[in-house]
């Protein structure tokens, strides 16, 4: 987990980790084995991880990666 205040860099960290991720997924014919991981980035509010979901697939998608936004609206009763 990493906190810091806005603009301190922590979707870089992220970004860092997750191509960490990749190499140690990387085929000899450069190739990732993307059946074998899942990486999960949790964001506090639905128009940032849209934000960090089109900043991702940007930079993710020249090594052949596909990110995706998973969200779930959760309606509380009272009971």
């Known amino acids: 987990m990493v906190c810091a205040p806005t603009g301190a860099g922590k979707t870089n ?8 991720v990749l190499g ?7 190739k990732f084995d ?10 506090p509010m639905k ?5 960090i979901v089109g900043n991702f697939q940007r930079r993710l998608n020249a090594f052949g990666i596909t990110v ?12």
């Open 34 to 43: 993307t059946r074998n991981f899942k990486i999960v980035y949790i964001a």
């Open 13 to 20: 960290i992220a970004l860092l980790s997750i191509l960490q």
């Open 68 to 79: 995706r936004e998973l969200t779930g609206d959760v309606h509380l009763t009272k009971a």
């Open 47 to 51: 128009a940032l991880v849209t934000e």
């Open 24 to 30: 140690d997924y990387r085929k000899t014919n450069g």
